[in-house]
């Protein structure tokens, strides 16, 4: 492919030999002859002069003579479309079911649905049109899930879970398993007996081993569009909006709501029943334990709002000074305590 | 079924027409006609002035006049009963072994046991009365699972496992995998052989891929009662009380020893080879490093008793103001250093 | 076996009647009569004279007359050995493929390999001599297995992982998932898709549940004779180098880079596009977010480096004291403020 075909089938603007030839993409430290790659962010930007690769894409105003380049204003979004042109989606389940796949005669599978070997569908489920199952997952009782689903291998759907369309759902993630629910008594705990459901809708990705609980009572809802990645736990009735970014291991606890557009970074903690509005952001590891008002930044542990906690942070890297000062103040001044020492 | 059959059957105190017909269970916020609610948590108190629901389960003082409802100190543990009510505990896997599922024929499985579609069970394991085991669920050699257990999709249950009654195990959790042990030599790590096992006692849970290491020498042991959140941490020769509750994503390493009722909030991390006493809590995200005395509450990273810790956080929150004070003090008090500035 | 046979194949040097017959191990709190044990934390130094066990290996210089000992200057390793003795290492999948196995028509598995019972392997993957791979893992397509590998019970290894000699996979760990990467639009988020794959070097051993991320484009790599433990993220196009130590529940986001013997303790946090140099050791649950020079060690959230670290921590343990004592400057020197308050 030129690379004005390339720039044509993405939107954006050549500069250099547009007829160059590219056969593959690859990472900026890596490209060879040939292939093609990007800088979106500057910290990569001394690599312009000196990767291998056979053209890059540019935001417009850095510099590059050396090599043909494509300009955009989302280096980003440009490059992955090009990563598309060059690795189209691939079909990985063939449409029908595997000899081996167990399923249930009281489960609806749609022809053009792809059941992959070692599948369990249990009663009463529905499975939509170009929706593919891999290897040894898992569906319980009256699933539905909707139209061209990606569910990797080992992903385990509990009974009642409802997944929309354009949902990918990555290897070991289990929905609609139990909350942790439990009240206490004289002998021991009782157990809150977990008879809501999984509400998942579309366009949502859930990656590896991340775990969603069914609801207690009704649905824990995935809002449209969110984007989970890795190892996160989401407690049972957990509302989350449309749009959110939850980065591998966070935790949200049972009964709290996001807005939408919410981003979560990783390892961040949320206590239960609390309601984070929208376009709310949180920084690493945070552990929030109060509300948060729609468009806030927040962090730390205990969280607080960020210019808060960055000042706090600020001071906290002079402790040490600041506790020479007072004692000096305190010399000074002619304050001579038995508290002083430690 | 009517409103006074409840109260009977739970042992609460109807108020209101006690002959209303209640048909489901459902939360307060989205209970329509028909269906009970309750409220536990006074955060929630607004809900009974404008709820749908037909009646509602409520500590003795809420006021409420509207709808008929169901007095009684604890609210939560009633309405877990009346949940139990409408929904008994269904069998999910029928007696006896499915066609697909692989069974030594060393293994010894009670005739009233359930093995689903593709579980696979190794020479030695004996699956006692009434015990129901998922598809897809591994059982090592040599295990042993009491009565009535319930074992989900996924699991992973190693060589050597002892398993008691009413165990419940969600899906996608490992016990008994190789504990993290290396010695240093001169030739990189050599891997200490984890020839322990893992003990889990009676009516414990355990929540989605959750994972516990197997002893490196000897086991590690899960108390009775105790139940435990999803993706949580636990190490080889931990040794966990009876009645524990250890919240999602915790952490907890190598042969730390925790007493009976202890609370581990989520995201907690607990260093090896330290004791926690009975009744010990611990908040959220805290990182404890050492042992702490029965019944007491710490919290921080690092971890201090509860309200040392509270302190030293009212303070953070002040540190630019404390540093804003420090500054004029010293001006105040004439001392001119070339410390005093950033 | 006689502790002189013992002291001989393991190169200590025995102590005491060495014709004492040893049958087993156990940990030096639970051993008994024919039981070999040890100590090599000070910590256990209590139990060498109350131990039931036959004999014990210990350092040099700490003293025992009561039961014969063999001495060494790494009594842990000594010990490992030992082990090792007792328990020499079993084949746990026979050579030859299960019936059960799906094993596509285009994949290599050398006849000394063993497949277990409904494994998955792709087309295009090969798997090297005597590698064993247990029930219900999935190996994708075009999947490299060196020899000697111990692959655990539903594993998911995705296409175009390759992975070395020598490598243990624990349960329910996942290898090659899509990272996570998402170009904002004007219509939400563009999937950019992962092209990379993940690369497993030589002696790795990964534990149970953990998540390892093909490269957006170009490898993840996960440096020979590095060891992670259970339930750790390692995101899109990390490097880690040689001989790593990853405690439980660490996550290191993408394109940050680890060199040789980086030592990362549990629930720790990297942000992305950092660097790890050689030897560098972070404290539990620290989040780092910067890079990190060669040999350093590094604690605290936010990480700073540890002799900082701890200066600040023991300055906090103060604050409410030092608020006090400010406090009572203020008034001594006179200052009146409306800021002095709440």
Known sequence: MTLAEIARQVGA???????????DVAPIERAVFGQISFVANAKYNRHVETTSASALVLLPDVPCSRIPTLRHLNPYLTFAKIIDLFYPEERRVPAGVHPSAIVDSGATVDPSAGIGPMVHIGTGSRIGRDSQIMASAFVG????IGERCLIYPGVRILDDTIIGNDVIIHPGVVIGSDGFG?????????????VGWAEIQDNVEIG???TIDRGALGPTVIGAGTKIDNLVQIAHNVEMGKNCII??????SGSTKLGDGVVLAGQVGLVGHIELGSGVQVGAQSGVSRSIPSGESWFGYPAREIHQSRRIVAVQDRLPDLWKRLLRLEKKVGVTSDESGE
Do not use: W
Request: proline share 3%; aromatic share 2%.
């Open 13 to 23: 603007t050549p500069q250099g030999n547009a007829q160059t030839e590219i056969s």
């Open 141 to 144: 009782g009256d699933v539905r």
């Open 182 to 194: 439990f009240a206490r008594t004289d002998r021991g705990m009782h157990k809150i007996k977990q």
């Open 208 to 210: 590896a081993n991340t």
């Open 247 to 252: 980065v591998s291991q966070v935790g949200i």
